[in-house]
């Protein structure tokens, strides 16, 4: 089992970035694909990225592509989503998720990610 803690979601201007940390409780963290995903206001949780066990493979929503970047550092325990040019759009409840597993094929869903944490928010201000 991992226990998931998000860190570094605040208030930025359009265009701005932000880079968000997920720290992950265990030693079992390598053997975890991680991702994100996030809630905008009213809308449904949405898949954000998602980054393979040793990191080599990585996937990303289209509407984030280009902009966001996704990565881990197994020693630390630790997945960080790096998000640049932010956008209006990108306010939305952050939240880190975790699934075992060493495919490097993942079903970027949250129905396929066993793990939470507690979400932490992104406010973006035109």
């Known amino acids: 089992q991992v226990q998931l803690v998000e860190s570094g979601g605040g208030l930025v201007q359009a265009g701005g970035s932000l880079r968000l940390s997920c720290a992950a409780s265990g030693r079992t963290f390598s053997r975890y694909a991680m991702g994100w995903f996030r809630q905008p206001p009213g809308k449904e949780r949405e898949f954000v990225a998602a980054?393979?066990?040793?990191?080599?493979?990585?996937y990303y929503a289209d509407s984030v592509k280009g902009r966001f970047t996704i990565s881990r550092d197994n020693a630390k325990n630790t997945v960080y989503l790096h998000m640049n040019s932010l956008k209006p759009e990108d306010t939305a409840v952050y939240y880190c998720?975790?699934?075992?597993?060493?495919?490097?094929?993942?079903?970027?869903?949250?129905?396929?990610?066993?793990?939470w944490g507690q979400g932490t928010h992104v406010t973006v201000s035109s």
């Open positions: 998720a975790a699934v075992e597993t060493t495919r490097q094929a993942l079903r970027i869903i949250p129905a396929a990610f066993d793990y």
């Open positions: 980054i393979t066990w040793s990191g080599d493979n990585t």
